[in-house]
């Protein structure tokens, strides 16, 4: 039987702290378990169960998922999700602003699960083509595609329509936004026991990679991610106007504005 740990984070409501460690939640899987049970997990202090509904609406949206080899690596992506969906008011990936940051241009059409493929899909052919072309270059093909997934997966909360509209409200109180997707990403990342390697895509694909030097997978990420928003905009695929900066839920997502 395998023991998997997983760190049980909270965000706290006292204001002099942003997050609490608790004590490690043990989970016990037997070697045969499809995991497909129903599964609790805590987020920023929600009970949550996931049901396998909950995780075939996730991989209806990023197929790719079904990429990952690992069964319980891709079963912990497809969690990770769902649970992070579970706490925002999000339904569904695509119902987020379709931008890089909660208060940049969106895109003319397309959504963030169109974002979330696409970086993964060029991710993966550039890791191909270079190992391709160099023998001797290696790289973990499932930390890639599972990072690539979940690298914004922190959007939940920097996207929340209601916390965008008390940051705008009184900047000074907690910061705007108090926490960027990249440093929530890590955190969800952690929470739902995923490997360091794709907690480090969230956490260090952004401008907070600098700080550190990335890993392999992540310098992909990174690359690919960036390439997407440029190119997006150097095609004139972002939106002049954004119906969504005060922070509404917007009916038309992933419109044509």
């Known amino acids: 039987m395998d023991v998997v740990v997983y760190l049980k ?14 004590q490690p939640l043990l989970c016990f899987r037997g070697e045969d378990d499809p995991m497909t049970e129903p599964r ?9 169960t996931i049901t396998d509904t909950m995780r075939a609406d996730v991989v209806a949206e990023l197929p ?24 925002s008011p999000f339904s569904r990936i695509s119902e987020m602003k379709p931008s890089g940051n909660y208060d940049t241009r969106p895109l ?16 993966v052919k550039i890791a191909e083509e270079i190992a391709a072309l160099f023998p001797s270059y290696r790289y973990d093909r499932d930390v890639l595609i599972g990072g690539c997934l979940c690298h914004d ?6 996207f929340d329509p209601e916390n965008v509209r008390r940051w705008n409200a009184d900047p000074r109180a907690n910061g705007r936004p108090s926490i960027r997707h990249p440093a929530f990403g890590l955190y969800i990342c952690l929470a739902m026991g ?17 700080l550190v030097q990335r890993s392999l997978e992540n310098t992909i ?17 972002l939106a002049e106007s954004d ?15």
């Open 40 to 48: 609790v997990v805590e987020l920023i202090g929600k009970r949550i």
């Open 64 to 87: 790719e998922i079904e990429w990952i080899s690992d069964s319980t690596l891709r079963q912990n992506v497809t969690d990770a999700w769902a649970a992070a969906l579970a706490a």
């Open 9 to 22: 984070l909270l965000v706290c409501e006292n204001t002099s702290s942003s997050v609490c460690l608790e």
């Open 221 to 237: 990420l990174h690359q690919a991610d960036y390439t997407f928003w440029r190119v997006a905009d150097a095609g004139g695929q």
């Open 153 to 158: 997966i922190g959007k939940v909360w920097e």
């Open 194 to 210: 995923l490997p360091e390697g794709i907690a480090h895509c969230a956490a260090a694909h952004s401008g907070e990679g600098e």
């Open 108 to 123: 003319r059409h397309g959504t963030q699960a169109d974002h979330f493929r696409s970086v993964t899909r060029m991710a």
């Open 243 to 257: 119906p969504w900066l005060d922070g509404e839920l917007a009916a038309q997502s992933g419109a044509k504005i």
